[in-house]
T-cell receptor, first 112, second 114 residues
């Protein structure tokens, strides 16, 4: 079964908009929640990550919001640009684990 | 520049043929992984290796095989037993240890079975 559930599957926003991508998990042992960005024909690259001891983390225009009680986390992209058009994956892992569990991905399109 | 090199980038094969995808890294990472990416399904783990000469099955290992004879190399063989091999394959690596969980990915190999 899918360890991390991601929505929406696709998202279209105007330039300057704030797309929000949501993820949910069930395993309370997860303690690391990264987001990866993937451009067409390329491998994913780490964008930003959070641990459950904080509720929010910002890096430039990218923000992760984390709700431990709801077992949900989301990615917000401020002032989105056409260059942000990519597929975004959330993921989760637990301490000592050998694997990241990935969401199914969100294809973001930012229209100029 | 350090990184992960996957080859070939595109590969076509006929049904019933085995094919080997190459993955080489010069990051001095201990752990290496193979993921399969299909539209709408995210990334699914095929095999991973924490050290040389040792590897473990992931979630979808059936029809695949790997070897880890060198730290830098982790080739994946897609065998004829894999029922639906057409996919985008991604190799990744990471430093071992509690504090290191960032995966570094190669650019992928797209396999098409004709």
């Amino acid at each position: 079964q899918q360890q991390v559930k991601q929505s929406p599957q696709s998202l279209i926003v105007q330039k300057g908009g704030i797309p929000i991508i949501n993820c949910a998990y069930e395993n309370t042992a997860f303690d690391y929640f990264p987001w990866y960005q993937q451009f067409p024909g390329k491998g994913p690259a780490l964008l930003i990550a959070i641990r459950p001891d904080v509720s929010e983390k910002k890096e430039g225009r990218f923000t992760i919001s984390f709700n431990k009680s709801a077992k949900q986390f989301s990615l917000h992209i401020m002032d989105s640009q056409p260059g942000d058009s990519a597929t975004y994956f959330c993921a989760a892992s637990k301490a000592g684990a050998n694997n990241l569990f990935f969401g199914t991905g969100t294809r973001l399109t930012v229209i100029p | 520049d350090g990184g992960i090199t996957q080859s070939p980038k595109y590969l076509f094969r006929k049904e019933g043929q085995n094919v080997t995808l190459s993955c080489e890294q010069n990051l001095n990472h201990d752990a290496m992984y193979w993921y399969r990416q299909d539209p709408g399904q995210g990334l699914r783990l095929i095999y991973y290796s924490q050290i040389v000469n040792d590897f473990q099955k992931g979630d979808i290992a059936e029809g695949y095989s790997v070897s880890r004879e060198k730290k830098e190399s982790f080739p994946l063989t897609v065998t004829s037993a894999q029922k639906n091999p057409t996919a985008f394959y991604l190799c990744a690596s990471t430093l071992s240890g509690q504090g290191n969980r960032e995966l570094f990915f190669g650019e992928g190999s797209r396999l098409t079975v004709l």
